[in-house]
T-cell receptor, first 115, second 109 residues
Protein backbone atom coordinates (compact mmCIF):
# COMPACT_ATOMS: atom_id res chain seq x y z
CA UNK A 1 0.00 0.00 0.00
CA UNK A 2 0.84 3.65 0.03
CA UNK A 3 -0.22 5.33 3.24
CA UNK A 4 -0.03 9.04 3.88
CA UNK A 5 -0.68 10.27 7.39
CA UNK A 6 -1.70 13.84 8.09
CA UNK A 7 -1.82 15.40 11.53
CA UNK A 8 -3.70 16.99 13.17
CA UNK A 9 -7.07 16.17 11.68
CA UNK A 10 -8.79 19.13 13.30
CA UNK A 11 -7.55 22.46 14.61
CA UNK A 12 -9.53 25.25 16.21
CA UNK A 13 -7.55 28.29 17.26
CA UNK A 14 -7.69 32.02 17.73
CA UNK A 15 -6.91 34.58 15.06
CA UNK A 16 -3.22 35.44 14.92
CA UNK A 17 -2.03 31.95 15.86
CA UNK A 18 0.39 30.01 13.67
CA UNK A 19 -0.61 26.44 12.91
CA UNK A 20 1.63 23.61 11.72
CA UNK A 21 0.29 20.63 9.80
CA UNK A 22 2.40 17.51 9.26
CA UNK A 23 2.25 15.14 6.33
CA UNK A 24 4.08 11.81 6.43
CA UNK A 25 4.42 9.03 3.92
CA UNK A 26 4.45 5.96 6.15
CA UNK A 27 5.48 3.13 3.85
CA UNK A 28 7.25 4.78 0.93
CA UNK A 29 9.69 7.53 0.15
CA UNK A 30 8.02 10.52 -1.44
CA UNK A 31 10.04 12.41 -4.00
CA UNK A 32 7.33 15.02 -4.19
CA UNK A 33 4.62 16.17 -1.83
CA UNK A 34 1.69 18.44 -2.59
CA UNK A 35 -0.49 20.70 -0.50
CA UNK A 36 -4.11 21.41 -1.42
CA UNK A 37 -6.94 23.47 -0.06
CA UNK A 38 -10.53 22.39 -0.54
CA UNK A 39 -13.64 24.47 0.02
CA UNK A 40 -17.02 22.79 0.68
CA UNK A 41 -18.34 20.95 -2.36
CA UNK A 42 -15.48 22.17 -4.49
CA UNK A 43 -12.52 20.45 -6.02
CA UNK A 44 -8.93 20.42 -4.88
CA UNK A 45 -7.02 23.65 -5.22
CA UNK A 46 -3.28 23.09 -5.47
CA UNK A 47 -1.36 25.45 -3.22
CA UNK A 48 2.22 24.28 -3.63
CA UNK A 49 4.48 21.46 -4.69
CA UNK A 50 7.53 20.51 -2.68
CA UNK A 51 10.49 18.29 -3.42
CA UNK A 52 12.70 16.97 -0.68
CA UNK A 53 15.56 19.30 0.11
CA UNK A 54 14.47 22.16 -2.12
CA UNK A 55 12.18 25.14 -1.88
CA UNK A 56 8.50 24.67 -2.54
CA UNK A 57 6.91 25.91 -5.74
CA UNK A 58 3.80 27.92 -5.00
CA UNK A 59 0.80 28.33 -7.27
CA UNK A 60 -0.17 31.77 -8.44
CA UNK A 61 -2.05 33.69 -5.79
CA UNK A 62 -0.74 31.65 -2.85
CA UNK A 63 1.31 33.72 -0.41
CA UNK A 64 4.52 31.87 0.34
CA UNK A 65 5.15 33.95 3.48
CA UNK A 66 1.71 33.04 4.74
CA UNK A 67 1.89 29.33 3.96
CA UNK A 68 5.36 28.08 4.84
CA UNK A 69 6.24 24.66 3.49
CA UNK A 70 9.17 22.57 4.60
CA UNK A 71 10.06 19.23 3.04
CA UNK A 72 12.93 18.15 5.25
CA UNK A 73 13.00 14.46 4.40
CA UNK A 74 11.64 11.95 1.92
CA UNK A 75 8.84 11.09 4.31
CA UNK A 76 7.87 14.39 5.92
CA UNK A 77 6.51 17.71 4.75
CA UNK A 78 5.01 20.43 6.92
CA UNK A 79 2.70 23.32 6.16
CA UNK A 80 2.67 26.23 8.59
CA UNK A 81 -0.13 28.74 8.32
CA UNK A 82 1.37 31.84 9.86
CA UNK A 83 -0.71 34.40 11.74
CA UNK A 84 -3.89 32.66 10.69
CA UNK A 85 -7.10 34.62 10.22
CA UNK A 86 -10.72 33.50 9.79
CA UNK A 87 -10.40 33.60 5.99
CA UNK A 88 -7.72 30.89 6.27
CA UNK A 89 -10.31 28.49 7.66
CA UNK A 90 -10.53 25.58 5.26
CA UNK A 91 -9.82 21.90 4.66
CA UNK A 92 -6.12 21.39 3.92
CA UNK A 93 -5.00 18.13 2.32
CA UNK A 94 -1.52 16.85 1.58
CA UNK A 95 -0.47 14.19 -0.87
CA UNK A 96 2.70 12.37 -1.81
CA UNK A 97 3.99 10.41 -4.76
CA UNK A 98 6.86 7.97 -5.24
CA UNK A 99 7.97 9.29 -8.61
CA UNK A 100 6.95 11.19 -11.72
CA UNK A 101 5.02 8.32 -13.28
CA UNK A 102 3.20 7.54 -10.04
CA UNK A 103 -0.20 8.72 -8.81
CA UNK A 104 -0.62 10.84 -5.72
CA UNK A 105 -1.68 9.36 -2.41
CA UNK A 106 -3.59 11.67 -0.11
CA UNK A 107 -3.73 12.18 3.60
CA UNK A 108 -7.06 12.48 5.37
CA UNK A 109 -6.92 16.25 5.57
CA UNK A 110 -6.85 18.84 8.32
CA UNK A 111 -9.90 20.90 9.07
CA UNK A 112 -8.69 24.31 10.21
CA UNK A 113 -11.05 26.72 11.94
CA UNK A 114 -9.83 30.14 12.94
CA UNK A 115 -12.02 32.00 15.40
CA UNK B 1 -13.08 25.48 -20.86
CA UNK B 2 -11.87 23.46 -17.88
CA UNK B 3 -9.13 20.97 -18.58
CA UNK B 4 -11.09 18.11 -17.01
CA UNK B 5 -14.85 18.34 -16.77
CA UNK B 6 -17.32 16.17 -14.92
CA UNK B 7 -20.96 16.54 -13.95
CA UNK B 8 -21.17 17.52 -10.27
CA UNK B 9 -24.32 15.50 -9.66
CA UNK B 10 -25.67 14.39 -7.31
CA UNK B 11 -26.31 11.11 -9.03
CA UNK B 12 -28.76 8.93 -7.10
CA UNK B 13 -29.10 5.23 -7.88
CA UNK B 14 -30.71 2.26 -6.11
CA UNK B 15 -28.52 -0.33 -4.46
CA UNK B 16 -27.32 -2.96 -6.92
CA UNK B 17 -27.41 -0.65 -9.93
CA UNK B 18 -24.57 -0.24 -12.38
CA UNK B 19 -23.14 3.24 -12.08
CA UNK B 20 -21.44 5.08 -14.92
CA UNK B 21 -19.36 8.13 -14.10
CA UNK B 22 -17.86 10.13 -16.93
CA UNK B 23 -15.35 12.89 -17.55
CA UNK B 24 -14.01 14.69 -20.56
CA UNK B 25 -10.51 16.07 -20.87
CA UNK B 26 -8.83 18.47 -23.23
CA UNK B 27 -5.07 17.88 -22.84
CA UNK B 28 -3.95 15.03 -25.07
CA UNK B 29 -0.35 15.24 -23.88
CA UNK B 30 -1.05 13.64 -20.51
CA UNK B 31 -1.01 9.85 -20.72
CA UNK B 32 -2.05 8.84 -17.20
CA UNK B 33 -5.68 8.84 -16.10
CA UNK B 34 -7.00 8.37 -12.59
CA UNK B 35 -10.05 7.98 -10.40
CA UNK B 36 -10.28 8.89 -6.73
CA UNK B 37 -13.09 8.41 -4.23
CA UNK B 38 -13.58 10.99 -1.51
CA UNK B 39 -15.82 10.49 1.47
CA UNK B 40 -17.11 13.51 3.33
CA UNK B 41 -14.43 15.16 5.49
CA UNK B 42 -11.75 12.77 4.27
CA UNK B 43 -8.92 12.97 1.75
CA UNK B 44 -9.29 11.42 -1.71
CA UNK B 45 -8.52 7.72 -1.97
CA UNK B 46 -6.96 6.36 -5.16
CA UNK B 47 -9.28 3.85 -6.82
CA UNK B 48 -7.55 3.16 -10.10
CA UNK B 49 -5.22 4.64 -12.64
CA UNK B 50 -4.44 3.72 -16.20
CA UNK B 51 -1.81 4.54 -18.75
CA UNK B 52 -2.98 5.55 -22.22
CA UNK B 53 -6.24 4.07 -23.45
CA UNK B 54 -8.17 0.89 -22.76
CA UNK B 55 -9.87 -0.74 -19.79
CA UNK B 56 -8.73 -1.67 -16.32
CA UNK B 57 -10.77 -3.73 -13.90
CA UNK B 58 -10.49 -4.07 -10.13
CA UNK B 59 -13.29 -5.94 -8.42
CA UNK B 60 -16.55 -4.07 -8.98
CA UNK B 61 -14.78 -1.13 -10.58
CA UNK B 62 -13.80 -0.71 -14.23
CA UNK B 63 -11.95 2.31 -15.58
CA UNK B 64 -12.07 3.09 -19.27
CA UNK B 65 -10.26 5.66 -21.39
CA UNK B 66 -11.32 6.55 -24.91
CA UNK B 67 -8.65 8.80 -26.33
CA UNK B 68 -10.45 9.31 -29.63
CA UNK B 69 -13.31 11.07 -27.85
CA UNK B 70 -11.24 12.25 -24.84
CA UNK B 71 -13.53 10.44 -22.45
CA UNK B 72 -12.67 8.95 -19.03
CA UNK B 73 -15.23 6.59 -17.50
CA UNK B 74 -15.65 4.67 -14.26
CA UNK B 75 -18.18 1.87 -13.98
CA UNK B 76 -19.30 0.48 -10.65
CA UNK B 77 -21.14 -2.83 -10.68
CA UNK B 78 -23.52 -3.96 -7.94
CA UNK B 79 -23.35 -0.55 -6.28
CA UNK B 80 -23.57 -0.43 -2.49
CA UNK B 81 -24.59 2.33 -0.08
CA UNK B 82 -20.94 2.40 1.00
CA UNK B 83 -20.07 3.59 -2.51
CA UNK B 84 -21.83 6.89 -1.74
CA UNK B 85 -19.08 9.47 -2.06
CA UNK B 86 -17.64 12.05 -4.42
CA UNK B 87 -15.66 10.62 -7.32
CA UNK B 88 -12.84 12.66 -8.82
CA UNK B 89 -11.42 11.92 -12.22
CA UNK B 90 -8.22 13.36 -13.63
CA UNK B 91 -5.10 12.99 -15.68
CA UNK B 92 -1.45 13.65 -15.14
CA UNK B 93 1.87 14.18 -16.87
CA UNK B 94 5.36 14.62 -15.51
CA UNK B 95 4.84 17.94 -13.81
CA UNK B 96 1.14 18.41 -13.53
CA UNK B 97 -1.92 16.70 -12.17
CA UNK B 98 -5.37 17.88 -13.22
CA UNK B 99 -8.46 16.93 -11.25
CA UNK B 100 -12.11 17.27 -12.14
CA UNK B 101 -14.47 18.92 -9.69
CA UNK B 102 -16.01 15.61 -8.67
CA UNK B 103 -19.35 13.84 -9.07
CA UNK B 104 -21.39 13.16 -5.95
CA UNK B 105 -22.88 9.68 -5.96
CA UNK B 106 -25.65 8.50 -3.67
CA UNK B 107 -26.51 4.82 -3.58
CA UNK B 108 -29.87 4.33 -1.93
CA UNK B 109 -30.52 1.24 0.21
Amino acid sequence: GAVVSQHPSRVICKSGTSVKIECRSLDFQATTMFWYRQFPKQSLMLMATSNEGSKATYEQGVEKDKFLINHASLTLSTLTVTSAHPEDSSFYICSARRGESQPQHFGDGTRLSIL
Amino acid sequence: QKEVEQDPGPLSVPEGAIVSLNCTYSNSAFQYFMWYRQYSRKGPELLMYTYSSGNKEDGRFTAQVDKSSKYISLFIRDSQPSDSATYLCGQWGTYKYIFGTGTRLKVLA
